[in-house]
């Protein structure tokens, strides 16, 4: 397998930074008094595009390739689109699996395969509190939409229309709240996955139920400009309000799960994990009114991934330094960076991706890739995919074997 890698991956390899505290089981987050958090070596996967969630036979291999590679954590989705990946109270199933396989629950299937050995999984709720324009809940619920200031509620997201669900409004927090719950629930996962979606973009709140209640709250009109700063706060506060809502129902479902633990004389299983992925601080904020570095200090969230997808080592090694993202090393929990390993006709090479991780990781980080099908399937690029397996397992084997910081490696030759 070695003989198949690029030159430059091999010298990369040779000097990059290892001994992770990695996970070493399922659920298995860093507990209160314990020296230092996790490392997570994860990966998203998807439906889209990937035909993953249709096979169980497919999952397994999967799993299996990923638990060889050396992965630690998964972060399948579980919302998009507006449908799930297994039959909800609160939304539809996703049509393609509903035609292809019915009855099957990719989610619980992928959990039951990964914990068996020894890995985490995390779903991913990828839209948030985005819904398609057309959905039942949309025409259904009109009230629940945020508006913008001259009326329409249209946001232009990944080629077509989208609106966003008030988080503010109760209708909107219990649905949301519920659709968290029952894959926890069902599933037994070591936790779940908010990311950039779970939002308030800064150009909504016009709408009539948002404006009635800042009235209430403040005795004011909501101001013209939508980036006023108090504004702005204001319309934080709600979104912290739901994330802090999330965290009291899943507190209340891991008291129940421990009750029924303790009267089988079993042991109280770990609390589950809320992990989110945001993008950088100040884009977070300003376009998404995200507070995630509150949220992370606040205890709200138990394991933060940065996405930093720039292209080149040179800007993926300049968002590195962005100030929150260096303050959160101390902030006691696991940090990752989401970087991207390949989609459509954007794949790095491996000498490339192994750059980026042993700069991720020279700062403490994890690393968590986008997506499955980038690491050696669909977008395997021109390496192929036999030889990025190979060098993914030989990569995350060398950060488990290596001890302590490794010199830096010299520059890798240009791959041919």
């Known amino acids: 397998m ?26 298995q987050a860093r507990q209160p008094g314990t020296a230092a958090p996790v490392r997570r ?4 996967l998807t439906n889209s595009p990937s035909p993953l969630y249709y096979q169980p036979g497919r999952i397994d291999r999967a799993v299996a390739e990923l638990a060889t590679a050396g992965f630690t954590t998964l972060y399948p989705n579980v919302w998009s689109r507006g449908a799930t990946f297994h039959r909800s109270r609160w939304a539809p199933i996703e049509p393609a699996l509903a035609q292809a396989n019915p009855g099957f629950d990719p989610i619980c299937h992928m959990t039951r395969a990964a914990q068996r050995r020894g890995m985490e999984v995390i779903p991913w709720f990828e839209y948030g509190l985005m819904e398609p324009a057309e959905a039942e809940v949309v025409r259904q619920r009109p009230e629940w939409v945020l508006a913008k200031r001259d009326g329409s509620t249209g946001y232009p997201m990944h080629g077509r229309t989208m609106v966003w669900l008030n988080p503010a409004h109760p209708g909107v927090r219990e649905r949301f709240i519920g659709l968290i719950s029952e894959i926890v629930q069902r599933c037994g996962v070591d936790g779940i996955q ?37 504004w702005m706060r204001w319309r934080r506060q709600q979104l912290t309000a739901l994330l802090r809502e999330l965290r009291a129902s899943l507190r209340r479902l891991d008291d129940q799960a421990a009750a029924q633990a303790a009267a089988r004389g079993k042991p109280r299983p770990h609390p589950t994990l809320v992990s989110l992925s ?3 601080f100040r884009f977070a904020y300003n376009t998404w009114l995200q507070d995630w570095e509150l949220w992370a200090v606040g205890g709200l969230v138990d394991d933060l991934i940065v996405q930093n997808y720039a292209y080149s080592v040179a800007g993926f090694a300049k968002d590195l330094n962005q100030p929150a993202l260096v303050k959160a090393s101390s902030w006691g929990m696991p940090v990752e960076i989401g970087i991207l390993a390949g989609f459509g006709g954007r794949t790095p090479d491996m000498a490339t991706l192994s750059e980026k991780v042993r700069l991720a990781m020279a700062r403490g980080h994890g690393v968590i890739y986008f997506y499955w099908e980038g690491l050696w399937g669909l977008h395997a690029g021109r390496e192929g995919a036999a030889a990025r397996q190979a060098a993914f397992r030989q990569l995350h084997g060398q950060v488990k074997r290596q001890g302590g910081r490794s010199p830096d490696p010299p520059p890798p030759p240009a791959l041919p």
Do not use: C, M, S
Not at 12 to 25: E, K, S
Not at 197 to 221: C, I, K, M, S
């Open 41 to 44: 070596i994860g990966v998203w």
């Open 194 to 230: 908010l990311d950039d979606h779970f939002a308030w973009p800064v150009e909504l709140g016009y709408d009539a139920y948002t404006r009635n209640l800042y009235r209430q709250d403040t005795g004011r009109e909501p101001p013209a400009d939508p980036n006023d700063r108090f």
């Open 278 to 280: 945001p993008g950088p």
């Open 2 to 27: 070695k003989a198949w890698l690029p030159a430059g991956v091999n010298v990369l390899l040779a000097g990059l930074l290892g001994a992770l505290p990695l996970v070493p089981g399922a659920g």
